[in-house]
């Protein structure tokens, strides 16, 4: 007669096997962001002159196949202001440091680390705070491209609501910690620049 073994699992143990399936795609999503990285830190090296930096032609280079815009105008626009939220320290170029720094705050950052890098695509002037004019320009730019109409009316108004609502101190500006409760009561304003960088397939 043969023995019938039995294996009992605790609740524990599913519970674990759960997590762990659950955890794959997550391991997928992070390894093809690692692969991505790793590729576009080798595209900067080739860019770079020996200097260790990259300009703002080089850097679209590098990034441009990786910028889902619906047109050449919206993919150059945010290239632009991507660039100078990478550039730390506004040196007019950008060093691996701060392109890999960039990279990782973008494709693996925290809500509040890409709540600032955002902060920075839309404050042009750089000058710590946004203005009303700035987050119609970038705003009116993207979405009129995309819907193929002038979108300034519609992105004025929302942008005037916003600062209405949200302008703490009444100075006409946005500093980052309101930004950051701009964030909160307008997501998209955050969602709707991460929609342009991916992983290409």
């Known amino acids: 007669m043969g023995n ?6 605790s609740p524990e143990h599913h519970g674990m096997e759960r ?12 390894s093809k962001i690692l ?3 790793q590729r576009l830190s080798a595209a900067f090296e080739k860019s770079q002159d020996g200097s260790g ?20 105008g919206a993919q150059l626009l945010f290239l632009e202001r991507l660039f100078d939220a990478f550039d730390m320290d506004r040196s007019g170029s950008i060093d691996y440091n701060e392109f890999l720094r960039g990279l990782k705050i973008f494709f693996q950052g925290s809500e509040d680390e ?52 949200l302008d703490i ?25 991460e929609e342009f960088l991916r992983i290409p397939e």
């Open 4 to 9: 019938n073994i039995s294996i009992k699992t």
């Open 19 to 30: 997590h762990a399936s659950k955890s794959r795609p997550e391991q997928l999503k992070n």
């Open 35 to 37: 692969k991505e990285i």
């Open 53 to 72: 930096t990259i300009n703002k032609e080089q850097f679209k280079s590098v990034l441009s196949a990786n910028v889902d815009a619906w047109s050449k």
């Open 114 to 165: 890409k709540c600032e890098l955002t902060f920075r695509i839309y404050d042009v002037d750089k000058s710590g705070d946004i203005q009303p004019k700035e987050l119609i320009h970038i705003m009116a730019e993207m979405y009129s491209s995309y819907h193929g109409t002038d979108q300034m009316g519609s992105v004025a108004t929302l942008v005037h609501q916003i600062f209405h609502d």
């Open 169 to 193: 101190n009444g100075d006409g500006s946005l500093s980052i910690t309101e930004f950051r409760l701009m964030a909160v009561k307008e997501p998209m304003m955050i969602d709707f620049i």
